[in-house]
Nanobody
Framework: QVELVESGGGEVQPGGSLELSCSASVSFHNYDMGWYRQAPGKQRKLVATISSGFIPNYPDSMEGRFAISRDNKKKTVYLQMQNLKPEDTAVYFC?????????WGQGTRVTVSS
């Protein structure tokens, strides 16, 4: 069992930046890690992933404004978000996958509003 705890969410103005963190309860060096988000009334969508080999991957729709990273020693994965837009408003979830094992965090809310 891997417990994931997200932090760093909050309210920010358009054009602002935030860094989200996801801390794992156990070593996660074997896990591919990811960030997803779910806007009100919408399905959960992929934001970014980073493999156990530190290779990041982003959907084309993310426009290069987000950057995912991981620190295995700290058991933490990060999501740096820049130039935030109102449409980035969502609950952001951390995800860990290793073979058939998959775990989710409880999410952290990001609100982009003027």
């Amino acid at each position: 069992q891997v417990e994931l705890v997200e932090s760093g969410g909050g309210e920010v103005q358009p054009g602002g930046s935030l860094e989200l963190s996801c801390s794992a309860s156990v070593s996660f060096h074997n896990y591919d890690m990811g960030w997803y988000r779910q806007a009100p009334g919408k399905q959960r969508k992929l934001v970014a992933t980073i493999s156990s080999g530190f290779i990041p991957n982003y959907p084309d729709s993310m426009e290069g404004r987000f950057a995912i990273s991981r620190d295995n020693k700290k058991k933490t994965v990060y999501l740096q978000m820049q130039n935030l837009k109102p449409e980035d408003t969502a609950v952001y979830f951390c995800n860990a996958k290793w073979g058939p094992r998959e775990f989710w965090g409880q999410g952290t809310r990001v609100t982009v509003s003027s």
